[in-house]
């Protein structure tokens, strides 16, 4: 289906990728006001690790309680098949591991503690922000064997 829509985009003049940067944009922008208007404080959007650009964070905040929470969002389209919870498959927690990781990293010792994963759906509608569903505490590091 993919295929097909971008088949599309191409012969009305647009690129696809331009279409989905702008999607994502928008969806960034949305769980950002979202956040805001939680009681969050936005410390940072599309943080990149300097050594490895491929390590992405797309909001890194604070809730009200202290504790800093890394988040990923996907903005989607109204009747996309496939959420944006489960579009966060295994090789995408592998990448934000790394980019949480190497986050805390530049962090001093005593801040490194307190802090979680969160995922933010963002179901667009006619390009515009629609229904916003807040995942808290997404498992992204595996449990260690005792």
């Not at 003049?13 to 950002?32: I, L, M, Y």
């Not at 890194?60 to 498959?89: I, M, N, Q, T």
């Not at 179901?123 to 229904?131: C, Q």
Request: glycine content about 8%; overall charge positive; aromatic content about 8%.
């Amino acid at each position: 289906m993919k295929f097909l829509e971008r088949i599309r985009a191409l012969f009305r003049g647009k690129h696809p990728e331009d279409d989905r940067a702008r999607r994502g944009r928008v969806g960034e922008e949305a769980a950002a006001k979202f956040l805001k208007n939680a009681g969050y404080q936005v410390l940072v959007m599309n943080w990149r690790d300097r050594r490895d650009a491929r390590r992405e964070i797309d909001i890194v905040c604070r809730e009200p309680g202290g504790v800093l929470v890394f988040v990923e969002v996907k903005a989607r389209s109204e009747g996309d098949r496939k959420g944006g919870y489960f579009s966060v498959d295994r090789r995408k927690k592998a990448a934000l591991r790394e980019a949480v990781t190497a986050y805390l990293r530049a962090l001093p010792p005593d801040s490194r503690h307190h802090h979680r994963f969160d995922i933010v759906e963002v179901v667009l509608v006619e390009g515009l922000p629609g229904d916003l569903i807040h995942h808290r505490a997404v498992t992204l590091f595996p449990e260690r064997k005792r």
